[in-house]
């Protein structure tokens, strides 16, 4: 990458992180496990259903 275009991506993810108020920002990890689990075929909706609690009682 190019300096000019990785300088550009962080500031979109600085300024996407400021865009969350404290209690998405506290959810996020909880919904990025979330997502990731339910790309697992099977037993991936199942596996995300905790994480999902977590940020519901987060929000």
Do not use: E
């Not at 969350?20 to 990731?36: E, H, K, N």
């Amino acid at each position: 990458m190019r300096m000019h275009s990785r300088f550009a991506l962080w500031c979109a993810l600085v300024v996407g992180t400021f865009a969350l108020d404290g209690c998405a920002l506290a959810a996020l990890p909880c919904r990025l496990t979330s997502a990731t689990l339910k790309v697992i075929p099977v037993v991936g909706h199942a596996a995300s259903t905790p994480f999902d609690a977590c940020a519901t009682a987060i929000d």
